[in-house]
C-alpha cells in the first residue's frame, strides 16, 4: 500500500510561486505514476500533472504548461510541484496521487486509475 503525504501548501499573491511536495513510501516497484490533481470548491477534481517512476516522462495539462513543474528525486520516494505565476485561478486543494502500472515504457497520463491519495494541502492565490 502506498502512502502519500503533501506539504507545501500556503497563501501566495498573483504572480508568486508556491513548490508542493508529496512524500511517498510503500512502494514495492519502480513502475508506478505519481500525478498532482487539484479540486476548486464546487468543480471537479483536475488532473494537472504526473511523472513516471521509472524513467521520468512527464505530462502537463494546458492549464499549467510553462507555469508548473514537476520532478522527483533521486530516491524516488518525493515528488515536487514547482508553481510558477500563479493565478487565482489555481486556488484549489492540491492532491498526490499514484498508480502502479504495467512496465516501462508507458506513457505518464492522469487518467488511470489512480487508487492511493494523499490528505491534500490548500493552495489559495489571492492579492
Known amino acids: 500500500q502506498v502512502q502519500l503525504v503533501e506539504s507545501g501548501g500556503g497563501l501566495v499573491q498573483p504572480g508568486g510561486s508556491l513548490r508542493l511536495s508529496c512524500s511517498a513510501s510503500?512502494?514495492?516497484?519502480?513502475?508506478?505514476?505519481i500525478g498532482w490533481f487539484r479540486q476548486a470548491p464546487g468543480k471537479e477534481r483536475e488532473g494537472i500533472s504526473c511523472?513516471?517512476?521509472?524513467?521520468?516522462?512527464?505530462y502537463y495539462a494546458d492549464s499549467v504548461k510553462g507555469r508548473f513543474t514537476i520532478s522527483i528525486n533521486d530516491a524516488k520516494n518525493t515528488v515536487w510541484l514547482q508553481m510558477n505565476r500563479l493565478k487565482p485561478e489555481d486556488t484549489a486543494v492540491y492532491y498526490c496521487?499514484?498508480?502502479?502500472?504495467?512496465?516501462?515504457?508507458?506513457?505518464?497520463?492522469?487518467?488511470?486509475?489512480?487508487?492511493?491519495w494523499g490528505q491534500g494541502t490548500q493552495v489559495t492565490v489571492s492579492s
Open positions: 496521487g499514484a498508480v502502479r502500472v504495467l512496465g516501462p515504457g508507458l506513457p505518464p497520463t492522469v487518467d488511470y486509475n489512480y487508487d492511493s
Open positions: 510503500g512502494f514495492d516497484t519502480n513502475y508506478y505514476v
Open positions: 511523472i513516471n517512476r521509472s524513467d521520468g516522462s512527464t
